[in-house]
């Protein structure tokens, strides 16, 4: 009796192996995250308006700069007539006072410039993970609908690299499995008239 268990609960493990595995197959898609996101018609507006903020940002800072070297120029020349030996000591004590306004008006200027430097980087910094994390829900949510309704288990993103920057797929045999083409279509389906259509094909050598 013994000898027959020991032969039958190999045999009863594997056939409920099988029948568990056979249950529940997985049925794998792959999807190009880096391509759906640069195609995505809502990236692109992203940005462009991206793009604005910054070059209102650069023209602001630019103007506070040559203000603050124009107010350095001033104090430089209220110091150096300040120390004229040719006008009255009174003269050059009221000069004196004048360049040390303008010196603390100087500084001012200079915590302003940093100030707006620190808050202007911060303040892109938090648009551009905004606006990212609002386009990868975006397409989160399109990739999740389609595995649902095309019956896969699971999607793997082959743009996907490990912290040693290698490729995490070595390896996807083509074919339907792969979505990309799929799902950057369904979430331009809502794009404005105005956007250009995506267009990542490499060009032809």
Known sequence: MRKLLKKLIPMLILFVSTSVFAQSQVRIATVDLGRVFTNYWKTKQAQTAIDEKKADIEKTGREMLDT????????????????????????????????????????????????????????????????????????????????????????????????????????????????TDKVIKQINMGAPADMPKADDKPEAK
């Open 68 to 179: 603050f070297n124009k107010s350095k120029e001033d104090y430089q020349k209220m110091l150096d007539s300040a120390n004229d030996p040719a006008v009255s000591s009174e003269e050059r004590d009221k000069r004196k006072k004048a360049a040390e306004d303008k010196l603390k008006d100087l500084k001012d200027q200079q915590d302003a410039l940093q100030q707006f430097d620190r808050g202007s980087s911060t303040s892109l910094d938090e648009q551009l993970k905004r606006t990212r994390d609002n386009i990868l829900a975006d397409i989160r949510t399109a990739v999740t609908a389609m595995a649902k309704s095309d019956g896969y288990t699971l999607v793997l993103d082959t743009a996907s690299q490990s912290i040693n920057a290698t490729p995490v797929i070595l390896y996807s045999a083509p074919g339907d499995n792969d979505i």
